[in-house]
């Protein structure tokens, strides 16, 4: 039936029209406010042969999902990790955790980003403009860049002596959300400040459903609410800077907080009891998650003539604490308070960039990063021990053209890293509740690595509708001190995590295309990729069951040879010059080639379909109006890893309208979807509460107030 209903969606929504156009070397396909760039060049330091996506902030407001990563999934080739509304992980062609690298400012984000119950810090109304590259990109942005890079770029500078802002107030019917964010920015002689404060709350939310069954039980969701899911953020941040001739350098300062609720069943095993409905869905109660980031990021550009120098220094603070009721481990006291686990995460960041241009076609991007990381741990449970990271890394890359239509691209990259965990112990108590001595919990670590790295790539006008673009590469990632250290309960994710000290860095070898094709009011574009790793490191379910209370099955780092491979494809269509179209599918095929079986969280074949209908009515009160309804088909997934549940195919329907109504210097913009219209109860693949069969959120309206001046 899921089927049916997208086939018949598609076949309503996608005539066929004949029409003429050239190609450009700089071809742009749009993608509901996103422009899929081909041959423009980036504002990262990345070179011409890589495809990216570039979003501004009408495309992301436009796009708003629950989350930042949630504003992103509509792009093909994205999709995220999530733990219920308000946490939720970047996943690029079936890669996530520390193979996908967030960059805010130039500086990469740091945050536990290796548990898949912990969410990014970062502000969504705080992001003016984003790209996202996919590809091998390794050479540019070292380990953990594997799966490809997310880069939330500076706002651009105000105008020189200006006074403006924006005040922007958003609500969303399905957990009673509520949120306000406020910008201010200032520019006087070219000395500029931008201040932007956001403020978020939200209830338990709301899914089609009265009750989900749990290992055969049948277990109750009153008022078809899911218990405990609620949250609140704040956000602040300053940014100062200065624009000179001979370039600009800014100080960036940010602090990010979040409070968030987990479905009251999720830690440990649900029971009934526990889920009877206390009558305040805004109330955040056990277990829950509170997380402080704090950010300071500097970057200066020297511009020297056709070159530039570019100097980016970063220090984040990681703060993220784990709560819930307290467990007697053994015959030990029982622990006081509700700290189940405290991570404290300082990292220094620093990155060095000069281009140059050895002559007209050819331009040479060179650098030297570091990094220094230092985890400090407390709470009564034990899952990673204190550990030390440093690693640093020096490259080259090069992009030269040969004529209009042709040019290549390489690079290399050489890094080292350094890694220290101390042993850790347990105490061990006798019946008498008697200490009687201690057991190794985690071994002590030094380990060295040494990695390189290098990529090649070409894109070529091959006629004036054509356009092909290739790139080759290799990559790796060092291991985290989780995959090497863990030996404890993991509740977020409902299992005991064991590591393994003996595990090498991944390695990867990397290849990536895509045509692209246009011809009048009609652009096709297909990106098949290929990706081969030798040491895919990964957890595998054991055969036995932690001796620790609630903990679960007990799960093992371990390493296989695997391979992804998969590909993107749009068509776009502007039916008329009111009218367009467009049509999107994704797949990611991957293989243990050890076992045999699929890696786990592997997201499904889909394919999105969406109609933009924008009137030239009552011009020019209503110049920016626009209607959109889309339909979302998600295949069912059967290839799944050991002990993984599958999940039935699902189609989802949505709309959306919006205005931009200008007076003089001052605009206000109103934007409204309906997420989800026909109610739809399905599990979605690459969500943590799957685990539980918990449904996702059902129908959701959002509405979206801002005004510029």
């Given at each position: 039936?899921?089927?049916l ?31 899929v ?26 796009n ?33 955790l ?40 390794s ?9 490809g890079?997310?880069?939330v ?16 107030v ?27 404060a ?48 001979w ?12 409070d968030a ?20 869905p ?19 550009h ?37 700290l189940?686990?405290q991570?404290?995460?300082?990292t ?13 076609a ?21 899952l ?5 990271v ?5 490259y ?40 009687t001595?201690?057991?190794?919990r ?115 780092y371990t ?33 243990n ?30 110049h ?25 195919g ?7 309208a ?11 913009s ?7 219209l026909t ?23 959002q ?7």
């Amino acid at each position: 039936m899921k089927q049916l209903l997208w086939l018949v969606f598609v076949a309503v929504s996608f005539p066929f029209a004949h029409v003429r156009a050239q190609i450009t070397e700089d071809t742009t396909f749009s993608l509901d406010g996103v422009e899929v760039r081909t041959g423009r060049k980036s504002a990262a330091p990345v070179g011409n042969t890589l495809d990216f996506i570039y979003l501004t902030k009408s495309a992301l407001l436009k796009n708003q999902g629950n989350t930042f990563i949630n504003t992103l999934e509509k792009l093909p080739g994205i999709s995220s990790i999530n733990t219920g509304v308000g946490i939720s992980k970047p996943v690029i062609r079936g890669l996530s955790l520390n193979r996908v690298i967030v960059n805010e400012y130039g500086i990469k984000q740091e945050g536990q980003q290796w548990g898949v119950d912990h969410g990014l810090e970062i502000d969504q109304f705080n992001v003016d403009r984003v790209e996202v590259l996919k590809g091998p990109v390794s050479v540019l942005y070292g380990s953990d860049g594997i799966g490809g890079v997310i880069n939330v770029l500076p706002p651009l500078i105000p105008e020189k002596n200006t006074f403006g802002g924006e005040a922007l107030v958003n609500y969303k019917s399905n957990n009673d959300l509520f949120s306000a964010s406020v910008r201010l920015q200032q520019n006087t002689n070219d000395f500029y400040t931008i201040v932007r404060a956001t403020w978020q709350d939200y209830g338990s939310y709301r899914v089609p459903a009265d009750e989900f069954t749990y290992n055969s039980y049948k277990l109750p969701i009153y008022n078809r609410r899911l218990k405990n899911t609620a949250g609140k953020e704040r956000s602040i941040s300053v940014l100062n800077g200065i624009r000179r001739k001979w370039g600009h350098s800014s100080l960036y300062l940010s602090n990010y907080n979040q409070d968030a609720g987990f479905f009251t069943g999720a830690f440990g095993i649900p029971r009934a009891y526990q889920l009877t409905d206390d009558g305040k869905p805004r109330n955040i109660g056990l277990p829950r998650q509170m997380i402080n980031h704090f950010k300071a990021v500097s970057n200066t550009h020297f511009h020297f003539h056709r070159n530039i120098l570019e100097l980016d220094l970063g220090y984040q603070h990681n703060r993220r604490q784990e709560l819930s009721q307290p467990h007697a481990h053994g015959n030990g006291p029982a622990p006081e308070g509700n700290l189940a686990l405290q991570l404290d995460l300082h990292t220094l960041t620093g990155n060095v960039r000069y281009k140059f241009h050895p002559t007209e076609a050819w331009e040479v991007i060179t650098g030297v990063s570091v990094q220094h990381q230092e985890n400090v741990r407390d709470g009564y449970e034990f899952l990673i021990p204190a550990y030390k990271v440093t690693q640093g890394g020096v490259y080259v890359f090069s992009e030269y053209r040969f004529t209009n239509r042709f040019l290549i691209s390489g690079g290399i990259r050489a890094d080292a890293a350094d890694q220290k965990a101390d042993r850790s112990y347990i105490y061990l108590y006798n019946e008498a509740g008697e200490q009687t001595g201690a057991q190794q919990r985690s071994p002590y670590i030094r380990r060295d690595y040494v990695n390189g790295s290098g990529s090649l790539g070409l894109a070529w006008t091959i006629a004036e509708q054509w356009k092909l673009k290739a790139n080759a590469g290799s990559a790796y990632r060092i291991p985290a001190m989780v995959e090497l250290t863990a030996n404890g309960v993991h509740h977020g994710t409902f299992r005991h995590e064991m590591g393994d000290s003996s595990l090498r860095a991944e390695r990867g070898y990397m290849l990536d295309a895509g045509l692209y094709f246009q011809k009048g009011r009609i652009k096709v574009d297909a990106t098949p990729f290929l990706n081969y790793f030798s040491n895919y490191i990964y957890l595998r379910p054991s055969a036995r069951f932690s001796s620790l209370p609630e903990a679960g099955q007990v799960y093992l780092y371990t390493q296989a040879q695997a391979l992804f491979t998969g590909f993107e494809s749009n068509v776009d269509i502007e039916i008329t010059p009111s009218l367009n179209n467009r049509l999107s599918f994704e797949y990611v095929w991957n293989r243990n080639l050890d076992t045999r079986v699929p890696l786990p969280f592997t997201p499904p074949f889909s394919a999105l379909n969406e109609i933009e209908y924008k009137p030239k009515i009552f011009r020019p009160l209503l110049h920016d109006l626009f209607l959109a309804v889309s339909g979302q088909y998600f295949a069912a997934q059967r290839r799944v890893d050991t002990n993984e549940p599958e999940t039935d195919g699902y189609f989802l329907l949505h709309f959306s309208a919006g205005n931009t109504f200008t007076t003089g210097k001052h605009k206000l913009s109103l934007l409204v979807q309906l997420r989800n219209l026909t109610n739809a109860r399905y599990l979605n693949n690459m969500s943590r509460y799957r685990i539980l069969n918990l449904p996702e959120q059902g129908f959701n309206t959002q509405v979206i107030l801002r005004y510029e001046f």
